[in-house]
């Protein structure tokens, strides 16, 4: 009885902060006071009319998407790689894959400006798509890695003696048996590349600002109310996520139970 309400104490401690941006986000001052005075729409209306944060919003949506997109399907052939595969080099690759991981991001930022910066694909949706990628291609690749070690082989073996191409074998075998692992990476993915802050900073312009950057400008110019309210739809945003994440799981393991 005492552990389950020492969980729930800590699981409390954890969420309780950012539980008060909700009711933060309806106040009907112009300042953070809890409780709130009174009740009011007018900072989500404020986002709503401000191109600023529409625009951050429509850009961490498309680079968020491009990101998993592109992460997901170089996390993926660089798992099914190093898991089926055996080539010199191997243990390199496997560093190399997970730098990004283990080096620190301010590095990382550092390193992709001064890649990027002479190509003149800094302040563009395409180059924050590549630094984001950069950053999200570790976590797919451990993600689906993870999954490929609970794949049977001998499914693979016997579509393979049966006649069907190593394409055949992944899209109609290995493909729908790693489904949900794949999705999780992109789930990953996309939230990384949405959370990104550093990174973005040293890559994005004026024309390629995300949701993160415009917040974190306003804290260093402005704080108001906007800031809980546009925090508060991104936590429910980030619930429904999970939310799918875990109905997509529990009906591929419906799926192998029938």
Known sequence: MWLRAAVACIVLALIAPILVIIPLSFTSVSYFQFPPPGFSFKWYQ????????????????TIGALTAILSTLLGTMAAIAVSRLQFPGKKLFMSVILAPMVVP????????????????????????????????IPIVFVTVSASLKGVDRNLELAASGLGSTPVGVFFRITMPLIRPGILSGALFAFITSFDEVVVTIFISGASSKTLPVVMWENLRTQVDPSLAAISTILIFGTVILFVFQEWVGSRAKQSKAT
Request: charged share 5%; no cysteine; net charge negative.
């Open 46 to 61: 404020s986002i709503m009319e401000n191109p600023s944060w529409v625009d951050g919003m429509v850009n961490s949506l």
């Open 105 to 136: 991001v301010i590095i990382v930022a550092i390193s992709l400006y001064q890649f990027l910066a002479p190509l003149h694909w800094t302040n563009s949706i395409s180059g924050v798509v590549l630094s984001h990628a950069i950053l999200a």
